[in-house]
Structure formats: C-alpha cells, structure tokens
C-alpha cells in the first residue's frame, strides 16, 4: 500500500489538495456504504457542542452579569418535596428524567455530569495518546540491538509488558484506592495504566512501515532519521491512531466512570454518571429513572465513540475496507502486520 | 526459529524468564503506592473504637511500623517463600484464601467465554456473510452496545431489574449450601455433577447464568468483531466459492468450509480475553456476591488490605501470563505457518 504515497518532499500544494479532496470523497463514500458511522459521527458531534454549552453559557453570560446555566435547575438543588428522602418522582414535562430520592432534577445531574465525564475521556485518552505515540516511535524506530537507542527500546518494551500483563482496571483501582480518594487519585491512577497500549499499536505499526521502499527510499536520498520518522512513518501510522484513540475515548469515560461507582473516584457531591448509578442502584425497582437516565447517558455517549471509531476502523483496514466497499479511497494505509492481540 | 520441540520450549521458557521482571515491577508500582499513601494502615484495620493496645498489638503483629524498604524486602523475600502476608482481617494466610477463591472465578470465567463463543461466533459470522447490509450494521450495533454498556451498569440492571423478573437468585449464596467435606473442587457445577447431586447442579447453573451472561454480553464483540474479519477475509477466496459453486447449503459453505478457517485467530484471542476479562471479574463479582476471587480483590483494595491486594496483583499476574500463554502455544498448534520465536 506504501507505494501510492509520495515522499513528502515531493508534495507541494496542489498534491496537498488533491489529497484532501480525495480524504472528502472517501469520507462520503465511507459514510454512505456505513450508515452507523455517520450516526455515530452526529452523535459525537452533537454530544460535544452539548458539553461546550454546559460550560461555555454560564462563564460567558456571567461575564455580563448573573451566569445563566442552560440546565434547567441546579443539579445539588433539592426541589420541594413532603418527605425529605422520598421526593422521587417520575418523569414529567417539568422533571423530564423525573427526580431523585432527596428531590433533585436527574436531568439537570445527568448534564451537569457530561462535560466532566467528556473532558477525562478525551483528556486521559489523549495523554495516553501524546506519552505513548512518543514512546511507541522511539521503541519502534531506532530498536537495532547494540545501539543506546536499541537499549531505550529494549527499557520501553520491558516497562510497557509489565503493564499490559495486567488487567488494567484492577492496577488502576489498586492505585487510586491507595493514593487515596476524590478525583485527582482517580485520574492519576488511569493516567499511569493507559498509556503501554498506545505504545504497542504505534511500535507494531512503525515496524511495518519502516522497512517500506519509500522510507528506504528517503533514506537513500539522504533525509535524516528524525525527519523520517516525523514525515514519513509518522504519518503513515496516523490513521490507526486516531481510529484508536477515538475509540478509547469511550473506554476512559468507562473506566473512570466504574472507579466513582466503586466509591473511590468522585465525591458524592459531584454529579458523576458512574457515581450516580451507584447512589441509585437500590431504587432500580422503585425508581428506575434514576438509575436508567445516567445509565443511558454513558451508553449513548460511549456507544457515540464506539461507533464513530469501529466504522472508521473498518474503514480504514485495508482488507475489510476492499471486502466492503471494493474501491480504494483512503491513500497509503500502513500494513496491518501488527497483531492486534 | 521452526517448529521443533526445541524451538517450543526456547520460547516458552523465554517468556517465563520476562515474567519475573515483569511481576517484580507491578509488585514495586502497587507495594510504594499503597505503603507510601497510608502510614498505619493499623489505624483502618481496626476500626476507630479500637483501644490504643489493640492498634499497638496490629502493630506488632504487622510490623507496619519498621521501615516501608524493610518491609518491601521482607514482603520479597517471603513471597519467594510462599508466604504471600497475612490478612488483616482474621490473620489468615493470604495464599490459601486466593487458591481457594479461585476455582469460584474461573467457573465464572469458563461460562462467560462459553457465552461469548456460543453467541458471538454465529453472529460474526451472520455479519460477515451479510457484509455491509442490515444483518451486519444490526449485529455491529448489538455488540457495540455491548461495548458501551459499562460492566457494573449491566451487572446492576441484571442482578436487581431483570433477576427478580425471571426468577433467577441474585447472590451468590447458594440455597443449599452443601457439605463442605463435599467441595471438591469448589466449582459449584463440577461439585454438583460429581455429587450427583441434581438439585444443586440446577441450582448452580440459576447461580451462574447472570453474573456469567453480564460478563459475555458486555464482551461478545470481540469474539463477533474477530469472527466477522477473518471471514471476511475468507469468504472471497476460491475455495469457498468452489463450495458455493457446488451447490453447498449457505449453513454448510459458512461454518464447515469458511469459519473452519477463520477460528484460529478467534480462539486465540479468547484466550487473551480471559485476561483482561478479570478487570469487569471484579465489578461483577461484587454486584453479585459471587464468592470468587474478584469480590476478594474488591474487597481488600477498599479495605486498604495491603497483603491481599499484592496477593491478588501476584495472582493475577500469573493468571494473564499463562492465559497469554496458551493462547500463544495454542495457536502456533493450529496454524502451521506459526514458528517459535
């Protein structure tokens, strides 16, 4: 597949465009032949410039004044209610996710949870992403034995296996527990166990791009080791590493969601969708929108990810893609070589 | 490099030698985060209306008062012994709790993998063979979901919505509990069958169905997503379409020519599954009460039990690296081309 790519030294402008012309194409090929990813696509979307309002409205209208929330209570608010710890009430056109046992508006809580949960799904996945990318390259690249770098490798490979050697969630949860609880602990935690995946796919994927005849190529003309890697592998291994990171955003919000049900992430106070299912889990049966609206919430917006990513993956793997749309559209896929077990 | 017994056992016996590495540093990275956040866990072991003697007499017994170095050391040193710590609570050995518990998880994991093949292999199939029309975005939305649905958040709907419903028990602790004399193997189906013992086989299965059906249902897409790629791969070759040309059913060209050759790499990415499975193993087993050795882990990271939850990190450990294993092994035994190395 690598030798439809130009060297970059060869691309000016125009190739640029043409390039991103054929991207669009393919994208609009991809998106019809895979109805699900464009849903997936406009869920995304849709959930993001949510969460951007969520924070954006108020700090913006309390620069001119009293801040205007575009949540319809205060998610801490209790409402009115008779008896103190039974105010559940179903949902209606005013509570439209009903309210909670001590009478707070669910919808307002499930919101006021999204841009939070949003921001440590993309924060600690992107992370990941820039530590193990960094690490990944020089792991993948300059590995020849006997060398300081082939030494580095070696260090990388050694400390990434002792991570992937475990389940992840259970280090994780290991490490916040002891660092004690609230959402800083929790964040550090994931934050130390996700990046040795990344370092994996990008190492395997630079190992099957290097010794392809154009990098051979460029290395003959003389271009250097650095701007090699940058240039040409690099950006050849892009296209996995965003399929994966898109998906991992779903997987963090996962993740961080379970170690705040658990008891050891956020403090009860702050409205979390994992916290709250577990503040909620005895009412399942008499109140189930409590438990059903974050619920709901974390799926749609991981399944949001998921579906964005899985299509894309599809879409992007050489074999799959030519079973399933049988044109090419996306230029200089990186090999598959890399198991992804 | 080939394929002799030689070969297999250079391999094998190079991925052993990785491991001490390996478990020497999860030990480190779990051992300083838990002694370097709480400084007398003694103080947590016994509860706040303890008498000072009582604390002191932890103390001692512990010896969580010398040095954090010396008692990583000694912690070594005594693992390498067999002597995995004692348990705070109780002062029994740590070991012996974990063998025992053990056979509990991996009843539950057998019947969760067993799911996840029964469901997910015809359903990556049905996808494949449907390629990018409905049957294939209705089966990748199934599985997607699944992804999506957070263990405890299928586990809690499961065990206290659905449960009820059917009539199924929700805990893990079993109706007739039998003669402990009788516990052969402490896996409650095997314990039943080799009883003969009718009533408590079925008792156990109603046991294990919802813990093990949340576990397979959040999962099944890896068995589905891997099935469904390697026959895509697959379908398209001549051999299958000779089998069509012959006039072959669809049933009969799909899973006796085509899945034959694509199960290779589902099996063996079971087998890497078993391994991360234990992550969700410990959400679920709490959510259900299933006395395994996930509900322990839980326990002990909560508890601040340091001695269990090294012991867990240990144990765990070897569980992914033998499961890895086999699955390495198993499918260099099914694929030919596979050499050892």
Redesign the interface.
Known sequence: MGETVQPSWLSGSRTRLWSAARAARGLYRVLRANPLTFVGFLMVAFIAILAFLIVAVPFVTGLFGPPVSILPHDPNELLPCAIPTECATSPSAQYWFGTDNVGRDMFSRVLAALPLDLAIGFGVAGFALLVGTGLGLVAGFWDTPGTLGGALSIAIMRITDMFLAFPSLVLALAIAASLGRGTGPALIAIMITWWPFYVRLVRGEVLAVKHLPYVAAARAAGVSGIQILFRHVFRNILEPLVVYYTMDVGTVIVTFSTISFIGIGVPPTVPEWGGMVEAYEKLLLTAPWTVLAPGAAIFLTVLAFSLLGDGLRDILDPRSRRALVQTTTAPGLASKGAAEA | MGRSKVDLAIFVGKRVV??V??LF??IT??FF??H???RNPCAVWVGPHASPDTVRNCIEYFGVNRPVWDQYTGYLSNLFQGNWGKDPQGGQPVLPIILTLFPATIELLLAALFLMVVLGIPLGVIAANA??RWPD?LV??FY??G???????GA??LA??LG?VLGLPNSGDFSSTPDPGWQLTHMSILDSILRLDTGALVDAIAHLILPAASLALLNLGIAT?MTR?SM??V??LDYVKTARMKGLSDFWVLYKHALRNSLISTV??LG?TA??L???I??VE?IFLWPGIGKY??DS??S?NFAG?LG??VF??IV??VA?LV?DVLYGVLDPRVEWR
């Open positions: 990785w491991f590495p390996v540093g999860l990275i779990t985060a838990g370097a956040s709480v390629g990018g975005h990748r939305l997607l979901g992804w999506a649905t957070p263990a405890y958040l809690v709907v206290i919505g009820p997503r790629s895509l791969e379908l398209p063996t990415v890497t391994g991360s234990l992550s969700w410990v959400v709490e882990a839980f990271i909560l601040y939850t867990v990190v765990f450990a992914v690296v890895n699955s």
